[in-house]
C-alpha cells in the first residue's frame, strides 16, 4: 500500500521557484507533524521544514525565508513551496512524519520515491 507520494519537482533555474505536493495516507498523516526531507547526491538525507497538525511551522536556516509548508488535512496533503532556489537546493525531496523537536524520535512511513528537483542554468 503506497502511504507517501510526492510531486512537483523539476528543473529550474536559479532565483526560480516550484511548489511540492505529498499525498499521504490518513494513517501517515492524522494528527501527526509531518516534514519535507532532502537528500543530496552523497549527503545524508535532512529535514528541511516541518508543520505540525495544527499548522506551526519550523525550518532549517539553509531554507528559511525561502522555503513555506503548509498543510491541507481535509486532503492529507502537504506542500513545500519552495521560493529563491538555489543550485544548492538540488536534491530529491520526500515527505514522511517528522519531529517537531530534532531530539524526539518518531515512526517514520516506508519513504516514497521522492521527488527530484535540480536547480541550475
Known amino acids: 500500500q503506497v502511504q507517501l507520494v510526492e510531486s512537483g519537482g523539476g528543473l529550474v533555474q536559479p532565483g526560480g521557484s516550484l511548489r511540492l505536493s505529498c499525498a499521504a495516507s490518513g494513517s501517515v498523516f492524522n494528527f501527526n507533524t509531518m516534514g519535507w526531507y532532502r537528500q543530496a547526491p552523497g549527503k545524508q538525507r535532512e529535514l528541511v521544514a516541518r508543520i505540525s497538525n495544527y499548522g506551526r511551522s519550523k525550518y532549517v536556516d539553509s531554507v528559511k525565508d525561502r522555503f513555506i509548508i503548509s498543510r491541507d488535512n481535509a486532503k492529507n496533503t502537504v506542500y513545500l513551496q519552495m521560493n529563491s532556489l538555489k543550485p544548492e537546493d538540488t536534491a530529491v525531496y520526500y515527505c514522511?512524519?517528522?519531529?517537531?523537536?530534532?531530539?524526539?524520535?518518531?515512526?517514520?512511513?516506508?519513504w516514497g520515491q521522492g521527488t527530484q528537483v535540480i536547480v541550475s542554468s
Open positions: 514522511n512524519r517528522a519531529p517537531w523537536e530534532l531530539s524526539d524520535i518518531v515512526d517514520v512511513a516506508p
